[in-house]
């Protein structure tokens, strides 16, 4: 398991290190000591875990995990108490409280381990849907049969996704990550946590704020695309 380690302390990084050479499964592949640096490194090097201290300067984890479009396994570690709670709601494997004990990282790691093992078997079987594939949408009393050439726009709400195609908006019960691992990358695109676009929807390109972009749709949607992702997007749109 590829894992990285962000926390403020550098005395924390150094002991969680050496407790993790006890455990062969274990490879770790950076440590960050705040959010941004976080950021860049979960986009570079792509971990399977991350070891996530809560309270750090600027952006705690929890707010870290809020801007990430996917989200590696994540075991909380913090010298804190109080945030067990709002730790399982953002998914957390397991939460550990400093200091850290060998046998109870052990145990976090064995959850670690199954879920990323069952995730990838998952990702395995998971067969991805080309443009020219339909799919079966249900919303309430209705149904459709949707050609993926004619969807403009998924959009993330809540745990639903809405699906934009012709002039129809019903949302389905899945999540946008979801969805994410079952189209073709090629022709759908992550522009931000909210929404995946088709590409060739696009009718024109505006410059945003900080070098952001902004897509126009040709049905009428307009969509901002994160910081990171106009960077991967003039990357796969550029000669």
């Not at 400093?98 to 998952?122: N, V, Y």
Request: aromatic content about 10%; hydrophobic content about 40%.
């Amino acid at each position: 398991m590829k894992a990285l380690i962000i926390d403020d302390s550098q005395l924390a990084r150094q002991e969680l290190k050496h407790l993790l050479k006890t455990f062969d499964q274990v490879q770790v592949i950076g440590e960050a000591e705040n959010a941004e640096q976080a950021l860049t490194m979960i986009e570079d090097l792509q971990p399977e875990l991350l070891f996530l201290d809560i309270q750090m300067p600027d952006k705690n984890g929890f707010e870290l995990l809020e801007d990430l479009i996917d989200v590696p396994e994540v075991i909380f570690t913090t010298a804190f108490n109080e945030y067990a709670m709002k730790a399982f709601d953002h998914n957390a494997l397991d939460y550990l409280q400093k200091p850290i004990k060998e046998e109870r990282l052990g145990l976090a790691i064995e959850k670690a381990a199954e879920k990323i093992r069952l995730r990838q078997e998952r990702e395995a079987k998971v067969k991805l849907l080309g443009i020219n594939n339909q799919v079966f949408v249900k919303d309430g009393e209705q149904c459709w049969f949707v050609t993926l050439a004619d969807v403009r726009v998924l959009e993330i709400m809540g745990s639903y996704t809405r699906i934009y195609f012709n002039d129809q908006k019903p949302m389905i019960p899945r999540s946008l990550n979801y969805m994410e691992t079952r189209l073709d990358p090629e022709v759908f695109f992550r522009a931000n946590r909210q929404q995946i676009i088709n590409l060739k929807f696009i009718e024109r390109i505006e410059p945003w704020f900080s070098g952001t972009l902004k897509l126009y749709l040709k049905g009428g949607e307009e969509v901002e695309v994160s910081r990171r992702q106009s960077i991967r997007f003039r990357e796969i749109m550029s000669f």
